[in-house]
C-alpha cells in the first residue's frame, strides 16, 4: 500500500508566479490535511478537507492561498502571487475517518527567488 | 485555543543509553488523543507513539514509551537504548477529535545520539 504521496519534492517560482502542490492520499483515505513548516519552527495547520468540502480552513492566509480535495485526483494547495515568506516545506497528511491518525507524505519544499 | 510547549530545544544522549524529552500542553478538553513525531533529516514525519486521554496506561512501542500525567497536562517521551538512527527532530502534538482533527503541533526538541 502505497504511503501519501506529494509532487513535487522541490519547486523553485520567482516573486508573483503561481505554486501548485499536490498530494494523493493514501489508498481509503479520505480526510487530506496540508501543514506548514518554516525553518526551525513546528508545523503549522493550514487547512482540512474531505472530498469536495473544506473543512477547516482557520490555518489558511486568506488571501492568495486556496485548497481543493476533488471528487477524482489528488489534492491541490494554490499559492497566488508568491512572496519570499511563503518559503517552507509543505506537508500533507491523511486519515481514514474517525481514526485520528494521520499519516504524512514527504513534503514539498518551496523556494521563492 | 490549544498550545504545545517542549521546552528542550536540543538533547543529545550516548548511543544505548536513554532519554527522556519533555512535553506540556494546554486545553480545557476532556477527550484528545496526543502525538509524538519523529522528524528525521530526510525531513520525512513519522508517527512514534500515540496516547488516548481517556486510557490511564501509558502507550508504550517498542523502546518508545510515555511517561502522560493528565491533571499536570504533561506527555514526556523515554527513549531506551538509544540508537545512532534516532537522531532526528522530535515533535509533541495535539489533536482534538471533537474539533476538525487538526494536529496541534510543538517547536519541537532536537535530538543527538551520540556514538
Known amino acids: 500500500n502505497a504511503g501519501v504521496m506529494q509532487n513535487p519534492r522541490h519547486l523553485v517560482r520567482r516573486r508573483g508566479q503561481e505554486a501548485r502542490l499536490r498530494c494523493s492520499p493514501m489508498?481509503?483515505?479520505?480526510?487530506v490535511y496540508w501543514y506548514r513548516q518554516l525553518p526551525e519552527e513546528g508545523l503549522k495547520f493550514m487547512v482540512y478537507l474531505q472530498k469536495e468540502n473544506i473543512i477547516d480552513e482557520s490555518g489558511m492566509p486568506k488571501e492568495r492561498f486556496s485548497a481543493e480535495f476533488p471528487k477524482e485526483g489528488p489534492s491541490i494547495l494554490r499559492i497566488q502571487q508568491v512572496v519570499r515568506g511563503d518559503s517552507a516545506a509543505y506537508f500533507c497528511?491523511?486519515?481514514?475517518?474517525?481514526?485520528?491518525?494521520?499519516?504524512f507524505g514527504p513534503g514539498t519544499r518551496l523556494t521563492v527567488l | 485555543a490549544q498550545t504545545v510547549t517542549q521546552s528542550q530545544p536540543e538533547m543529545s544522549v550516548q548511543e544505548a543509553e536513554t532519554v527522556t524529552l519533555s512535553c506540556t500542553y494546554d486545553?480545557?478538553?476532556?477527550?484528545?488523543?496526543l502525538f509524538w513525531y519523529k522528524q528525521p533529516p530526510s525531513r520525512q514525519m513519522i508517527l512514534v507513539i500515540r496516547?488516548?486521554?481517556?486510557?490511564?496506561q501509558n502507550a508504550t512501542e517498542n523502546r518508545f514509551s510515555v511517561n502522560f500525567q493528565k491533571a499536570a497536562k504533561s506527555f514526556s517521551l523515554k527513549i531506551s537504548d538509544s540508537q545512532l538512527g534516532d537522531t532526528a527532530m522530535y515533535f509533541c502534538a495535539f489533536m482534538n477529535p471533537g474539533g476538525s482533527e487538526k494536529l496541534v503541533f510543538g517547536k519541537g526538541t532536537k535530538l543527538t545520539v551520540n556514538p
Open positions: 496516547q488516548e486521554a481517556y486510557k490511564q
Open positions: 497528511a491523511s486519515s481514514r475517518p474517525s481514526t485520528y491518525e494521520q499519516f
Open positions: 486545553t480545557s478538553e476532556s477527550n484528545y488523543y
Open positions: 489508498k481509503g483515505h479520505s480526510h
